[in-house]
């Protein structure tokens, strides 16, 4: 049971234009969602977050927009630059006794051409 | 501090060996997460440890898998009588608090049982 889905294995983007990356869940009880980037040989890097309660987030070039109601959230990279060709992870959050585990969709490979 | 450090980078053993991993937090973080990830899939919850408190452990965790954090800094992951499943990338992630829902990851440890 795939509690959070991306359901596109890759996307590519050419320099300069938005990046819009997808992931959907099912599990109503996740509270937090967060976003990790991931380059080859290296672990997840935390990229930016957004708590239940809010429906945007901003920092810099990233955006992460969730709608609640269709359990489906967004992150949008503009302008995407080729550093930025990574995989995305969309990741939920759930208190577990005292515990937070993170579960993971399975990523999207973003590829900016130049 | 430079973050989560993992140690081996890579293990590559022989099935029906043990082998032990170990995971420096970042200084401070009380919370330690292990998470195992294989080729196309997102990381897996495996355990967690509320500084020297194993606090919860997933399913994912047979009874060959062991992890400790005696001090309450470090940790270790030990897999006995290794399998070719277990054939992935180990993953160590650290946070804050409670109150923090980022977790921030090391460098993984890649396992190869031939």
């Known amino acids: 049971d795939q509690q959070v889905k991306q359901n596109s294995p890759s996307l590519s983007v050419q320099e300069g234009r938005i990046s819009i990356l997808n992931c959907d869940y099912t599990?109503?009880?996740?509270?937090?969602f967060l976003w990790y980037k991931k380059y080859p040989a290296e672990g997840p890097t935390f990229l930016i977050s957004?708590?239940?309660?809010?429906d945007k987030n901003e920092d810099g070039r990233f955006t992460v927009f969730l709608n609640k109601s269709a359990k489906h959230l967004s992150l949008h990279i503009v302008p995407s630059q080729p550093g930025d060709s990574a995989v995305y992870f969309c990741?939920?959050?759930?208190?577990?006794?005292?515990?937070?585990?993170?579960?993971f969709g399975s990523g999207t490979q973003l590829t900016v051409l130049p | 501090d430079t973050g989560v450090s993992q140690d081996p980078r890579h293990k590559i053993t022989k099935r029906g060996q043990n082998v032990t991993f170990r995971c420096d937090p970042i200084?401070?973080?009380?919370?330690l997460y292990w998470y195992r990830q294989t080729l196309g899939q997102g990381p897996e919850f495996l355990t967690y440890?509320?500084?020297?408190?194993?606090?919860?452990k997933s399913r994912l965790l047979s009874d060959r898998f062991s992890a400790e954090r005696p001090k309450g800094s470090f940790s270790t992951l030990e897999i006995q009588r290794t399998e070719q499943g277990d054939s992935a990338m180990y993953l160590c992630?650290?946070?804050?608090?409670?109150?923090?829902?980022?977790?921030?990851f090391g460098p993984g440890t890649r396992l190869t049982v031939t």
């Open positions: 957004i708590s239940s309660i809010k």
């Open positions: 990741a939920a959050s759930i208190r577990s006794g005292s515990a937070r585990q993170l579960t």
């Open positions: 992630a650290s946070s804050p608090g409670i109150s923090s829902y980022e977790q921030y």
């Open positions: 440890f509320q500084n020297e408190a194993q606090l919860e």
């Open positions: 599990n109503s009880m996740f509270d937090y």
């Open positions: 200084s401070e973080h009380n919370r």
